[in-house]
């Protein structure tokens, strides 16, 4: 069984950061990807950024290219990510999710396994 918690969210002003983190438990994940995404009220729920947990490859979002970064440290079993120049548009509830073996996939539906999730409010 897998088990993903999320931590860090909060409120933050237009221009700030955040950390989120996420808890990795259960099934190793060597050949796995560990995403975060996201979802706004009345929205679909959107890929930000991803990692292979073994190389640590990494890809991200057009939209959040160059402001979010996403890591892991596979000895705590815990994936990060960092949040810079945060926009109002920012604002959503994030989520943790692991992914296909040996697939980097942006599209919600070919994650198994999600976190409870965790709120970031951006205030202009």
């Known amino acids: 069984q897998v088990q993903l918690v999320e931590s860090g969210g909060g409120s933050v002003q237009a221009g700030g950061s955040l950390r989120l983190s996420c808890a990795a438990s259960?099934?190793?994940?060597?050949?796995?990807?560990l995403a975060w995404f996201r979802q706004a009220p009345g929205k679909e729920r959107e890929f930000m950024a991803g990692i292979t947990w073994g190389s640590g490859y990494t890809f991200y979002a057009d939209s959040v290219m160059g402001r979010f970064t996403i890591s892991r440290d596979s000895t705590k079993n815990m994936v990060y990510l960092q949040m810079n120049s945060l926009k109002p548009e920012d604002t959503a509830v994030y989520y943790c999710?692991?992914?296909?073996?040996?697939?980097?996939?942006?599209?919600?539906?070919?994650?198994?396994?999600w976190g409870q999730g965790t709120q970031v409010t951006v205030s202009s």
């Open positions: 259960g099934r190793t994940f060597t050949s796995y990807v």
């Open positions: 999710a692991r992914g296909p073996a040996g697939r980097s996939s942006r599209n919600a539906l070919d994650y198994r396994y």
